[in-house]
């Protein structure tokens, strides 16, 4: 087969056997990728399928080529270019060319299907896993976010760009969805977080991480307050490290394990993720009445990721609060009226309270 | 073509008999103009105050919409969510609307700026009295109710395996360990079991045990930070279980054997590659120049494959590749007989196969354990 085009070595098929049956077609022992000796010698190619491969891989590999001649342009001008604007401009219509040259190489969509050496340093890494997130992951963070009203609770509204991951520290190390109820337990540790991103980024880029609650009773004005739980500054990220090294950042309030009431609605933890254009040094915080929008607005912080999860009170609660030290914890009453205590007195349950609520505390 | 000319000549002769009214059905329309009024409209004005569930405007269709702190019921009666004061409001969002809201302070004017944040009324109030209090914490609602039980009716069987877990790991702690006192191999025993559940969610044991020793770091600046602990103390006593924990770690580990976490001796992964390798290698040996390995060879193989080195993954890697089983023998006219008084014998069967690359059926005598390639 003619190799017209040359390509990166890091965008070929590690496997040289797979790497084979891909390019030149399935030999006669199978396709190695089929694990048993018993499917491989049942698999039979559709007929023609490698006339019509190296037909379709010529012209593939033309318009590869073409935009690669194209791209090596563009970046000639990127070079010379001195306006900021059009710096930006440039580097898109880079992008572009150099995913447009690999869009069709069966070596990259076969690497990206079984997520196998996917640098993410590749323009065209970036873009499929862009548009694999953006299918669903980031629908599903949207909608929860604005569902739950996070947005504009919290931060007033989010461009997502970043996937952010988050990972309490349990046996099974498990991803969730945004809006899950976690038991109080589980979110007892600072979470684990990632922060892929999909744009070009230098590497070593600096971002933040903040953690609130926007849940927490205001019995004063009979409304609700913001409490910090997590916040931190110069936390580093490249495109293909996208683990965030808490030990490498700069923690300003380090993490408090929730730790709702009994009775109250549910609280929401939102987890903000920032670029930050500079180091953030010296910033003052308070846990209590956080305002996150003034704190991103002091650092020019840009929000680029979200997520989310939730708790209410359960079994596990009063352990965390006796282990951390947060007290018992107010209980309120379980109906919302503005005479709650009547409530108590209501048929089903009066059996129940009638003793309580007749003989009042000493 | 003529016959569906035909067709079509046909369906337009065609008479569908319609018989039309000619008697009135019953009803008249003289008695509709002079019902009593729905009393429709407002039932509180701008500003008035309401409490919650309270009535602001009948109405029949949506002539106003429910905004914040708003609701619209069957009838599309607007009434208050929240006690407050009405407002008569229009939405820039919702050019062709008119909403009714309650808002939550006498000052406050509707709508909320769209990205600022809402405007909320907690609404909860706090249990004073304190028998009341605890009565209420301990309401459990009925699926919280079912767990527990649940957990409970577990808990002793789970106590059970724990307290035999802790046993079996102290004996072999103190077998690779001999220098540990009985309350040292007893902490160390709780550490290898934490470990051991990190494992069981497939965690390398390394990072399992870097996870375990983090969180009882963290444990203990808790205890500091509470004041259950002064700083001094915490720093001795993390520094007395370093010396404990270093003097297990370059002894013992946890590792798989058959299916269960076990502790064995310890060996860094550089060891236990090495180790992987020669037992390979010893695989290999053993299983040189067979056509089809015998039996014997099998089990002294199984037996390797058995070492803590290896995953269930290698495992069945290895066997694949080293250990030839028979192969199913294509069965001609010549060599008919012999097969089916094999087959009588019950030493495998005969069997008939579709061999897709052939198209066609074919019989094989296929041994006992052989396997299934048929070319």
Redesign the interface.
């Known amino acids: 087969m003619k190799n017209s085009i040359v390509r990166a070595a890091g965008l070929q098929i590690r496997n040289q056997r797979i790497r084979d049956a891909v390019l030149n077609g399935v030999p006669k022992t199978g396709p190695p990728t089929l694990r048993s000796r018993w499917a491989r010698s049942r698999y039979v190619s559709p007929e023609g399928i490698n006339e019509a491969f190296s037909l379709a891989k010529e012209i593939v590999d033309k318009e590869a080529a073409n935009h690669k001649s194209a791209a090596g342009e563009v970046e000639k001008e990127l070079k010379s270019a001195t306006g900021e604007e059009q710096r930006a401009e440039l580097a898109k219509n880079l992008e572009h060319h150099l995913v447009k040259s690999e869009f069709h190489n069966p070596e990259v969509r076969f690497n990206f299907m079984v997520k196998d050496s996917v640098d993410l340093n590749e323009p065209i890494y970036r873009y499929l896993s862009r548009t694999e997130w953006a299918a669903k992951e980031m629908l599903i963070l949207m909608q929860r976010l604005e569902q739950h009203h996070v947005i504009p609770d919290t931060m007033p509204t989010l461009d997502p760009r970043a996937q952010v991951d988050v990972q309490f520290v349990t046996p099974t190390m498990s991803s969730f969805e945004p809006g899950s109820f976690l038991s109080n337990e589980v979110c007892e540790r600072r979470p684990r977080i990632s922060i892929q991103e999909f744009e070009p980024i230098a590497k070593d880029s600096l971002y933040s991480v903040v953690i609130v609650n926007p849940d927490v009773p205001d019995l004063e004005n009979d409304s609700f307050k913001t409490l910090l739980h997590y916040a931190a500054v110069n936390i580093r990220i490249s495109n293909d490290a996208p683990e965030v090294d808490f030990a490498q950042a700069t923690e300003l309030a380090d993490y408090l394990p929730p730790h709702p009431e009994k009775n109250a609605p549910a609280q929401r933890f939102c987890v903000w993720v920032f670029r930050q254009p500079a180091r953030v040094e010296g910033a003052e915080i308070s846990r209590e009445g956080f305002d996150i929008r003034q704190f991103a607005g002091a650092n020019n912080l840009e929000a680029v990721g979200a997520h989310m999860w939730r708790v209410r009170y359960d079994l596990t609660t009063d352990f965390i609060r006796a282990k951390y030290g947060l007290g018992p914890g107010s209980v309120y009453f379980r109906a919302r009226t503005a005479k709650p205590e009547e409530a108590l007195l209501h048929v089903r349950h009066r059996q129940k309270w009638e003793k309580f609520v007749e003989t009042p505390s000493k | 073509m003529l016959f569906r000319q035909v067709q079509q000549r046909l369906l337009k002769v065609q008479v569908i008999p319609v018989r039309t009214a000619t008697k009135r059905a019953s009803g008249g329309n003289k008695a509709t103009n002079n019902t009593a009024g729905r009393r429709l409209g407002p039932k509180k004005g701008e500003g008035q105050f309401v ?2 569930g309270q009535i602001i405007w009948r109405q029949r269709g949506t002539k106003w919409y429910p905004g914040e702190n708003a609701g619209v019921g069957r009838d599309h009666t607007i009434y208050a969510r929240e ?1 407050g004061f009405v407002r008569y409001y229009r939405d820039p969002f919702h050019a062709k609307r008119r909403f009714i809201g309650v808002a939550l302070a006498p000052q406050e004017t509707l709508p909320t700026p ?24 301990s ?2 609602t009925k699926k ?1 109710t079912e767990r ?1 039980l649940e957990r409970e009716a577990q808990l002793e069987d789970r106590l059970n395996k724990r307290a035999t877990l802790q046993e079996e790991y102290q004996k072999a702690l103190a077998e690779l360990v001999p220098e540990l006192s009985e309350e040292e191999l007893d902490l160390q025993a709780v550490r290898f079991i934490e470990i051991r ?2 494992m ?4 390398a044991f390394e990072v399992s045990r870097e ?1 375990v020793d983090s ?1 009882n770091r ?1 444990d203990l600046a ?1 205890e500091v ?4 602990l002064s700083a001094e103390e915490a720093d001795k006593g993390q520094k007395e279980i370093d010396v404990l924990n270093k003097k297990v770690d370059d002894k013992a580990m946890v590792a798989m054997v058959d299916a269960k976490f076990v502790v064995v001796k310890f060996a860094t992964p550089e060891q236990r590659a090495e180790m992987r390798s020669e037992l390979i290698k010893q695989i290999a040996e053993l299983t040189k120049g067979h056509e089809v390995t015998p039996g014997e060879v099998i089990e002294k193989v199984e037996l390797l494959l058995k070492k803590s080195v290896f995953s269930t993954g290698d495992r069945v890697t290895l066997r ?1 590749k080293h250990l030839r089983r028979p192969l199913p023998i294509p069965i001609s006219p010549e060599n008919r007989k012999e097969f089916e008084k094999l087959a009588k014998k019950g030493e495998g069967e005969i069997r008939k196969v579709w061999l ?2 052939q198209q066609t059926m074919h019989e094989f005598y296929i041994p006992t354990g052989a ?5």
Do not use: C, W
């Not at chain 2, 930070?225 to 259950?228: D, M, N, P, V």
């Open positions: 409490q919650a006690p769209h990205f600022a944040p809402r405007r909320r009324r907690f609404g909860y109030k706090p249990i004073d009295n304190e028998d009341v209090a605890d009565f209420e914490k309401y459990l919280e527990l559940k990190y069981n969610g497939g965690m996870i969180h963290a808790v930070k509470t004041g259950r694949r897709s690359q396997s299934m390639i048929f070319n």
